[in-house]
């Protein structure tokens, strides 16, 4: 599978630089997919000038408004030839709003900026990158930086001994993934699987070991991948921020599943952990049959 279509989530069509935007260009024109730029508002600020009377007149003069500043982002695009769209919408949460989007649109993948937040920001604040680990259905490439190397490290972490209990077949849509990655924007491939306890302190070290390296082998060469096989010991999330950079990794391709009984509130946290820690990309894949709680229908204006 290639991508054909990704949708952009443009937090602030004003920002610069756009990131998010610069990385998905590099991808769309490697892979040939086309754009849409999505920006979500809930508040408008700066309020349009003159300013209307009627409250819709007001959404809709500074949605027009936010259009004009997607358009014009858009223009150097399509000057290389890319298909670009533009979409506004008046819609809350921003990551309800692009999950919302993904349902209508149907995109192959969502390409968002990423910020880096505190542990404590984490208890107290409804995140979007958080929020769209847990919600969006369709894969998420959340940016770091705007470039993108010629030949992409790409680390996919995996569990083939399913010590999380993992819905089955995820692994291989994570290598799917990578796949897709690489055949889009080129690079290699290594998988790595962060057992839980040191590897090295087990008492039958010996043949635990090489059944998990000839398990993520096993699924390697079922995808037709020449990949790397990586087994360390320790804390996953920790495992993963620390191999990642000590193996240079341009993006990391991760699974979001529930980790325990209690359900949406513990889906990806592994993810959610990484995210703020790693310094590359981070590509978030749901399990089949994985369905969102966010519901189609927006909020209405209340008047």
Do not use: Y
Request: charged letters at 25%.
């Amino acid at each position: 599978m290639t991508f054909e279509s990704i949708l952009v989530a443009v937090r602030d069509p004003s920002e610069k630089p756009q990131v998010a935007l610069r990385k998905a260009a590099l991808i769309a024109q490697r892979c040939g997919a086309s754009l849409t730029l999505f920006h979500a508002f809930s508040n408008p600020s700066p309020l349009p000038d003159p300013l209307p009377s009627d409250p819709t007149k007001i959404l809709a003069a500074f949605a027009k408004q936010r259009r004009a500043e997607l358009r014009a982002l858009a223009r150097p695009l399509r000057a290389k030839r890319l298909r670009v769209h533009c979409e506004v919408a008046w819609d809350f949460p921003p990551a309800h709003a692009i999950v919302r989007r993904v349902l209508a649109d149907k995109p192959d993948l969502v390409v968002a900026a990423s910020r880096r937040h505190s542990r404590i920001a984490r208890w107290f604040l409804n995140n979007s990158d958080w929020e769209l680990i847990r919600e969006c259905p369709c894969p998420v490439w959340f940016v770091k930086g705007g470039g993108l190397a010629k030949k992409p490290r790409v680390l996919t972490a995996v569990d083939p001994m399913h010590a999380r209990a993992k819905p089955a077949g995820l692994d291989d849509k994570l290598v799917r993934a990578a796949r897709d990655v690489v055949g889009c924007v080129g690079g290699e491939i290594a998988l790595i699987h962060i057992a839980e306890r040191d590897v090295r302190a087990w008492p039958f070290d010996a043949p635990v070991k090489p059944i998990s390296v000839a398990a993520i082998e096993r699924l390697a060469r079922r995808h037709g991948v020449a990949a790397q096989a990586l087994l360390e010991g320790g804390d996953p999330a920790e495992g993963l921020v620390r191999n990642a950079a000590k193996r240079r990794a341009d993006v990391l391709v991760m699974g979001a599943v529930s980790r325990s009984g209690h359900g949406r509130a513990h889906i990806g946290g592994t993810a959610e952990a990484v995210i703020d820690a790693v310094g590359c990309d981070v590509f978030v894949v749901k399990p089949r049959g994985f369905k969102t709680s966010v519901t189609r229908k927006a909020p209405r204006l209340a008047i």
